[in-house]
């Protein structure tokens, strides 16, 4: 019986928190992840533009709250195919973004605004094999500012997978491409929109 109490306590202090991957430790290292925490900066070029960057879904977004004005304008030779657009800011879209950016940065040609921040929602699940794992999770925008809730909503939810591997110290992320899983960059980069 005193032997039973011995070897009691090497087992019980022999294991970290870290050597089970649950859905809690997942949690909890995507959570804190500098990647999840990096914020989304949005990068606003006025002056003349290219039609291909005009149409991406930005520019309307951002016109049809009044902060731009969009006008046709001639291509100069190095943006070609034609059309080309002049972009300006309007008087409320200098107020609006003078909240949140210097006024010598939103005096440049192209004004980088930071629009939203990433919210982990849940694991919603873990596929292990062996010392390596997916976790799949959800997560969402959290807008900083008007300019982040017009262009992220934060109702939309996302679904990223993120590889996870057993060290001698326990579970961590995966910080460097290998196989089977894919970093929390590539990860974040590669979601989908959440059933």
């Given amino acids: 019986m005193k032997k039973a109490f011995l070897i009691l306590p090497l087992l019980l202090t022999a294991c970290s928190p870290r ?3 649950t859905r809690r430790l997942a949690s909890d290292l995507i959570s804190t992840s500098s990647a999840l925490k990096t914020q989304q900066r949005y990068v606003l070029q006025t002056g003349v533009i290219s039609n291909q960057t005009y149409l991406t879904p930005e520019y309307p977004v951002l016109q049809h709250h ?14 070609i195919p034609p059309p080309c657009w002049d972009i300006l800011l309007t008087p409320s879209g200098v107020d609006t973004i003078h909240t949140f950016v210097s006024a010598e940065e939103a005096s440049k040609p192209s004004i980088t605004i930071p629009v939203a921040k990433r919210e982990f929602v849940a694991v919603t699940g ?8 997916d ?8 807008p900083l500012n008007e300019i982040g809730a017009a262009l992220y909503p934060g109702e939309l939810r996302y679904k990223s997978t993120v590889g996870f591997r057993e060290y001698d110290d326990g579970w961590r992320i995966v910080q460097t491409a290998f196989r089977p899983g894919q970093t929390i960059d590539e990860a974040l980069k590669n979601a989908e929109p959440a059933p």
């Fill in 19 to 21: 050597d089970f991957l």
């Fill in 135 to 142: 976790v799949e999770f959800t997560w969402k925008w959290v």
């Fill in 126 to 133: 873990i596929s292990k094999q062996g010392s390596v794992a």
């Fill in 66 to 79: 009044g902060w731009i004005t969009v006008t046709s304008t001639k291509c100069p030779p190095t943006l």
